[in-house]
DNA sequence: TAAACTAATTGTAATGATTACAAAGTAAGA
DNA sequence: TCTTACTTTGTAATCATTACAATTAGTTTA
């Protein structure tokens, strides 16, 4: 399935007249198949066996171009460096605020809150971001997940 | 009003054992009076007549204090410094893509994003974050707000 | 009140993510 | 092939935030 999405996502490249270099092509391949929500320099690290001389650079340009296009979101927080998270459906993040995973998670839709949030403010209401916050049922200590 | 939010705030510094000193009680101060999410360094510049010798370590440091024992939420975003919110009741932010105005509004809550994140994923869930992005009235030109 | 101890502040250096920029490379069209 | 526009690369610069050691202030105890 992720072959589809990375498909759909150079073709969206394609439509915006962006170039599909190797390079915007592997990041783009590791946004869509890591299911991760990786950093630049994870991003960067990962690949630098395959393209040993790419630059940092190069990756945080192509993550602001795929941005432009809305393929992927940043999520910035406060401590460490921005995550990167490939654009589906609608889905919502839960972060541990242990171990700092991340785990998708869908939700019907907030429409209603931008609603309201147009209504009362006078806002042109574009998007929204929410996240929820906890501890992981590993740090929790409740599964004896491993092995 | 913001006399007994701020005199709240200070009763719960000193329920927590934190010392109150000046530096700490004008920071907060500026937080609770001045209505906008300020930026360590707008803090910082702002209390610089007031204090000349005031460290911008400081400033941080207190506002991870103030974290600690709940008075203020960090407002952390992708391309520059973090803004600080004092935590009141439930409000969410609407933020103008143009021109960062960030402004508040009530919603009922969303708890039950909370039950249905926990329940999906398994997280104890503690908090959520959510964030509406559009195009405040005056930079949509939809109001002669100036004179 | 003075000594002893603890917490807070200050100044500055260090860190680390991100960006700017110039040079070199690459693709695409005329 | 020549020209032009776009990309990548390498590296230096920026800028927010933190670490840390030295100093100062507050609190406790005798």
Redesign the pocket.
Known sequence: MSDVTLRGALDTLKENG??I?P??HAILEYLVTSKSHP???EIYKSLAST?P??????V???L?VFQGVNLIKELPY?????RFDFVTHDHYHIICTECDKIVDFHYPGLEEVEHLASHVTGFQVNAHRMEVYGTCPICAGNVTETH
Chains 1, 2 share one sequence.
Do not use: C, E, I, L
């Open positions: 962006v170039r270099t390079q915007r950093t630049a320099d393209f001389n790419m630059s940092v650079a190069t945080y340009n192509n602001r406060g401590d460490s460096s921005s």
